[in-house]
């Protein structure tokens, strides 16, 4: 693992839930005899649980997901060559499988993409690389599953890349030798802005095909919206390492 991902993955754990919070916390402990402490102490706690609460993170990944709708089941085949579908991490070392497979992430995005890909007859291309912990890449892996469990053969697979950015750095350049301009990009909904930028910005023409969305559709809030849950946890860590990527973008192009 090179010193640049390592440093990105330290950098992501202080600034992401719930390292940001616990952070703050380490902080105005270290600092307690400051007369700032305290209050850095209780915005770090507030911080904490409202990372926590369905209400919030509802609004966060909405900010998100509310970027690019849902293609209809009905909706007319869109014009495009390609399908495109990203990896998003495997399960390694699955004993019950013999080896890797994939997380729940990069399962969700495969099935829809086997699901577009026979409702449209359009050729698929898998994107993913292999990590330091794994022994295959995404893309072997979503090529496998999309072939034994779905019957979609996918046409190019894009095995070197380890993040969305090279995904479409890698992606493009298959796909323009193959005389494609403009893919139906498949990725989880929260994932979409980010995804899409970076696809636009290789030089592809994207039709969003978001799935898995967190968010409600109305504001129709329940009681246990305003309570604590593990899983809001995550989908609050999910919208903050989008809109962190999205900054970064913005700094660096």
């Known amino acids: 693992m090179s010193f640049a991902w390592t440093l990105k993955i330290l950098i992501s754990t202080l600034l992401l839930p719930p390292g940001n919070g616990l952070a703050l916390l380490c902080v105005a402990g270290v600092f307690r005899r400051r007369r700032w402490a305290f209050g850095l102490a209780v915005a770090a706690t507030v911080l904490t649980i409202a990372q926590c609460l369905p209400a919030f993170s509802g609004l966060l990944i909405a900010s998100l997901e509310n970027q690019s709708a849902a293609i209809a089941p009905n909706a007319p085949k869109p014009e495009a060559g390609a399908i495109v579908i990203l990896g998003s991490g495997l399960a390694t070392d699955a004993t019950e499988y013999g080896g890797d497979t ?47 469990e779905f019957g979609v053969e996918a046409r190019w697979q894009e095995a070197g890349s380890l993040d969305t950015a090279g995904n479409a750095a890698l992606s493009a350049p298959i796909l323009k030798a193959a005389g494609i301009q403009r893919i139906v990009l498949v990725t989880h909904a929260f994932h979409m802005p980010r995804a899409k930028l970076l696809f636009e910005r290789a030089g592809l023409e994207v039709i969003p095909a978001p799935t898995a969305f967190f968010s409600h559709q109305s504001f129709d809030w329940l009681l246990s919206d305003f309570l604590p849950q593990a899983k809001s946890l995550h989908t609050s860590y999910y919208a903050l390492h989008e809109w962190l990527g999205l900054a970064w973008i913005a700094l660096t192009h």
């Open 102 to 148: 994939a997380n729940d992430r990069t399962l969700i995005r495969t099935r829809y993409g086997a699901t577009l890909a026979r409702r449209y007859n359009l050729p698929v291309l898998v994107t993913g690389g292999k990590l330091a912990e794994s022994d295959t890449a995404e893309a072997d892996v979503m090529a496998g599953i999309l072939r034994n």
